[in-house]
T-cell receptor, first 112, second 109 residues
Framework: KAGVTQTPRYLIKTRGQQVTLSCSPISGHRSVSWYQQTPGQGLQFLFEYFSETQRNKGNFPGRFSGRQFSNSRSEMNVSTLELGDSALYLC???????????FGDGTRLSIL | EDQVTQSPEALRLQEGESSSLNCSYTVSGLRGLFWYRQDPGKGPEFLFTLYSAGEEKEKERLKATLTKKESFLHITAPKPEDSATYLCAVLGGAEKLVFGKGTKLTVNP
């Protein structure tokens, strides 16, 4: 059974640019969550989508947004990139809310 | 606000030397406590879910336990391949998974 797939694995951007990250969940999983992981803050919740609807949102500025498509695939967008946005962005999927989340290997975003 | 504190931050063991990792939490309405293992350059790998105080789960050399305030991950006779960062997370009434900062475990041969 294929796991969670995130693309691309690595990205280098400059300040002020925008970026879109993609996540394909495990087949049959309808809930997709996004996290930011940094050495100082650890894993922090960005948002969760279920059946194309955002169910929950973390404490991040509006520059961070996402969406989920009818096939459960999800994208995350960050606009007006800042140096502090450099991080590993992880996507996780689960059958439904409250069930164990299974993570992809993330997208490493570096801002120059 | 839900909070998770893991200790120690780092732990070095000799192969075969058993120990425990701690996860202390405060949460309103615990809906589940999750343990993950993360290897460098990889995403977290799911290990266990615990739902209520007194519950225990085992997998190979790992055993997770849960009380009303904390969870322990016991590692029995660890091997070098058990070296990783172990993450604890709680899901509460806010329906957001809150992670601790992890314990980096190194097992020397």
């Amino acid at each position: 059974k294929a796991g969670v797939t995130q693309t691309p694995r690595y990205l280098i951007k400059t300040r002020g640019q925008q970026v879109t990250l993609s996540c394909s969940p495990i087949s049959g999983h309808r809930s997709v969550s996004w996290y930011q992981q940094t050495p100082g803050q650890g894993l922090q919740f960005l948002f969760e989508y279920f059946s194309e609807t955002q169910r929950n949102k973390g404490n991040f500025p509006g520059r961070f947004s996402g969406r989920q498509f009818s096939n459960s695939r999800s994208e995350m967008n960050v606009s007006t990139l800042e140096l502090g946005d450099s991080a590993l962005y992880l996507c996780a999927s689960s059958l439904w809310e409250g069930q164990p989340q299974h993570f992809g290997d993330g997208t490493r975003l570096s801002i120059l | 606000e839900d909070q998770v504190t893991q200790s120690p931050e780092a732990l070095r063991l000799q192969e075969g030397e058993s120990s425990s990792l701690n996860c202390s939490y405060t949460v309103s309405g615990l809906r589940g406590l999750f343990w993950y293992r993360q290897d460098p350059g990889k995403g977290p790998e799911f290990l266990f879910t615990l739902y209520s105080a007194g519950e225990e789960k085992e997998k190979e050399r790992l055993k997770a336990t849960l009380t009303k305030k904390e969870s322990f991950l016991h590692i029995t006779a660890p091997k070098p391949e058990d070296s990783a960062t172990y993450l604890c997370a709680v899901l509460g009434g806010a329906e957001k998974l809150v992670f601790g900062k992890g314990t980096k475990l190194t097992v020397n041969p």
